[in-house]
T-cell receptor
């Protein structure tokens, strides 16, 4: 069966520091991968999606970036965090978008 | 801009009652529709998806879709305290990247 791993679970980072969040999927090949952010009181916001190695599409221009160095690995990065980057970051995968997503356990990021 | 609208709640229902959660969407070209359950502090979990007009039942859950009215609903029969969570409606307007989520409705089931 397929599983998705996301880490770390919580992170407190100072403004201006770098960020690296990692997500891996097991038990499938060539999954569609997604990064979402959920801010308090707001809906899920799609940040990036990837349909293959090295293929990244950005939905929201900002100081975040994403990479997919391996088929089942998706990384979210920032060179300098802003206070507004605080939120609940969720990685998700699907093999068929019409069947919905499976989300990782999420990373709660607080920028101080 | 494609939108998915939900009442944020909270919606309070007594244990054993039917909970009715509603969602409207703006894009008439939307093709597939999803309900996710999110417990406080946890990630969303897919509980239902529906493509065609009408009802789709899975255990105590029924999803209802009316494309003409651009309306999706989720009914939870025999509501239990463990159903207390935020329910997110999501709509796929086409393609890998076009799933839009609503803000979610918080459901409270009172014992």
């Amino acid at each position: 069966s397929q599983t998705i791993h996301q880490w770390p679970a919580t992170l407190v980072q100072p403004v201006g520091s770098p960020l690296s969040l990692e997500c891996t999927v097991e038990g499938t090949s060539n999954p569609n991968l997604y990064w979402y952010r959920q801010a308090a009181g707001r809906g899920l916001q799609l940040l990036f999606y990837s349909v293959g190695i090295g293929q990244i599409s950005s939905e929201v221009p900002q100081n975040l970036s994403a990479s997919r160095p391996q088929d089942r690995q998706f990384i979210l990065s920032s060179k300098k965090l802003l206070l507004s980057d605080s939120g609940f970051y969720l990685c998700a995968w699907s093999d068929n978008v019409d069947s919905g997503y499976t989300f990782g356990s999420g990373t709660r990021l607080t920028v101080v | 801009q494609k939108e998915v609208e939900q009442n944020s709640g909270p919606l309070s229902v007594p244990e054993g009652a039917i909970a009715s959660l509603n969602c409207t969407y703006s894009d008439r070209g939307s093709q597939s529709f999803f309900w996710y359950r999110q417990y406080s502090g946890k990630s969303p979990e897919l509980i239902m998806f529906i493509y065609s007009n009408g009802d789709k039942e899975d255990g105590r859950f029924t999803a209802q879709l009316n494309k003409a009215s651009q309306y999706v609903s989720l009914l939870i029969r025999d509501s239990q305290p463990s159903d207390s969570a935020t329910y997110l409606c999501a709509v796929n307007s086409g393609g890998y990247q076009k799933v839009t989520f609503g803000i979610g409705t918080k459901l409270q089931v009172i014992p």
